[in-house]
């Protein structure tokens, strides 16, 4: 049950260059060229063109990055600073190294499931290279410098999205906001700081970066998270226990609203695949895997859709394709 | 377009024996004898026991009387009486006598689709075979003499019961029903006077039985219903050029959730049913019959439920029985 809950884990770590003013200071040039030594920096052996790709993004159009943006692979820093971000980016979109972000260097793992040493790995690894032949801004006392204090420290943020269909129904989200703000952890919506919560899902991340090692801080992470899920996972044993028919049916007719609608917004969407994956989740549907539930939660927004079809659309057409991609996706069970 | 929308026709005669007093009058004892007087009236060799059985109320049970009720077998005031009522009705269900309702005998007979003319033909070779053998209380100036003054004359009351999704949501009801007051018609829910329209489903009838013949009746009926079907098709006519995704979503997943639900309410069963209805109608759906939407409209009804499965049930088990019903029915289209 608790892998079933987490959808994904992240580890991201900030990183800056000695003697080059933060991104935000930087000219189109400038960043430009900062592009290309970190490029410098990270292609080698272990790092290999083909495996990995750079995209420009003033080389790339509007609607390709916000698509990039919904499937979670550039920060909304990164769209602002389009004329000189650019992101390295792994065949798989598991890894990615963002350029003149917030930061010079935003190095970011995502891993399905509950894997934040896996994504903590990944993150060293890239690290580790980049750090060989860039010089970082690094103090004894405070660690790695980074442009808002926030960073400071380990520089590193690692969190998890999580699917709470039933703390969020209680009313114990904003109970949990509190006491994890006193733990030094937030929740928040799917993309980040003051992004609205939909389908349920939840990002649960670590605020506090000085003062402790990156493995204190996965290891208090993980220790909120184990306690959510204890939660939440109570909280649905006492629904089914109480609501077992009621259940059921939000699960078995969201996916017959999925698999036959002609028009789907993307907010009933996102609603709608998250009372399937919680169906998924609590055993009552068998006949779709959470990776296909989690693959569309992510293809389903408006941006994507377009770019997969390879225009842009009107709000009703978007509507029509998105009914369409799941129908397909859904009833093909993924494939 | 016309014959879709009209789901069943219905004539009713009502007559009255000479020298007996009205059924409310009546004791039990007198009641019953009655029956036997109409049995014997009516058991032939035109109508043979076999083709015909005679149900007596005071030999069933409550849950029976609904069930009949919900399948407009029988009227409310038939329960009332049911120390006393009887009904012969016929294999199909398509022809009954109730004896001893409002009047001593009420000829009922529904025909699938817009066949007023086949419903009158066998209403009328019934009323034949009766007046044979009883002495029907007639009056030369008024005609058929019955308990309430608006069933005086011919004693007929024909009706159809129409699927008018579009007129009702167009607010245009409220107007039609004046329209049709003033023409001697009435539009009511599927019950009948005071009954709650369910499903867009309405019967329209002749209020008036004196001074004008069966067939000046009949002509009348036809020509308004011929009308309204006029309206009804062009307001949908309408409203899918403006809004064709909409209405083919509509009817799309209400289909969804008829086959997936696990709960499904009588009410919004009938409005789901109405929906896929009139998919089928516009030619949307294609892999339903109208013919197992329209049974299932009457099936659905929760006595009728409790009478299949054979058991008083709690109304959780009844809408758990319903959507389990639905589903069969719809997956296996109506076999």
Redesign the interface.
């Known amino acids: 049950m608790a892998e079933g809950l987490i959808m994904t884990s992240r580890v991201r770590l900030a990183r800056n260059l000695k003697r080059i003013m933060f991104p935000h200071k930087l000219s189109s040039e400038q960043g430009k060229k900062l592009v290309s030594e970190v490029e410098e920096a990270f292609y080698s052996d272990v790092f290999r063109e083909g495996d990995y790709s750079t995209l420009k993004l003033w080389q790339t159009d509007k609607l390709s990055q916000t698509s990039y943006f919904e499937k979670r692979l550039i920060s909304n820093n990164m769209i602002n600073n389009s004329s000189k971000g650019a992101v390295i980016l792994s065949n798989d979109d598991s890894e990615s190294i963002m350029i003149n972000e917030e930061d010079h260097i935003r190095i970011q793992c995502i891993k399905t499931g509950y894997n934040l040493e896996d994504a903590f790995r990944s993150a060293n690894r890239i690290d580790d290279q980049l750090e060989k032949n860039l010089d970082f801004a690094f103090d004894e006392k405070y660690g790695y410098l980074t442009a808002c204090p926030t960073n400071v420290g380990t520089g590193m943020r690692a969190s998890v999205m999580i699917h709470l269909p039933f703390i969020a129904t209680d009313n114990k989200v904003e109970e949990s906001l509190y006491a994890l703000s006193k733990l030094g952890m937030a929740i928040r919506g799917i993309y980040g700081e003051g992004s609205k919560v939909t389908g349920s899902i939840y990002q649960i991340s670590n605020q506090i970066t000085l003062g402790m090692t990156e493995q204190e801080t996965l290891a208090n992470l993980k220790a909120v998270i184990n306690k959510i899920i204890i939660h939440e996972t109570r909280a649905r044993e006492v629904a089914y226990k109480n609501y077992k028919?009621?259940i059921?049916?939000r699960a078995?007719?969201s996916?017959?609203?999925l698999?036959?609608?002609?028009?789907l917004t993307s907010s009933e969407c996102l609603k709608l695949l998250s009372d399937v994956r919680l169906g998924i989740e609590m055993g009552i549907i068998k006949t779709v895997s959470i990776g296909t539930v989690d693959a569309l939660i992510m293809d389903v927004q408006p941006a994507t859709i377009q770019k997969q079809v390879g225009k842009n659309l009107t709000k009703?057409e978007i509507?029509?394709a998105r009914?369409k991609l799941v129908k397909r996706k859904i009833r093909n069970k993924g494939r």
């Open positions: 028919y009621e059921e049916d078995a007719r996916l017959g609203i698999k036959s609608a002609v028009l009703e509507n029509l009914a």
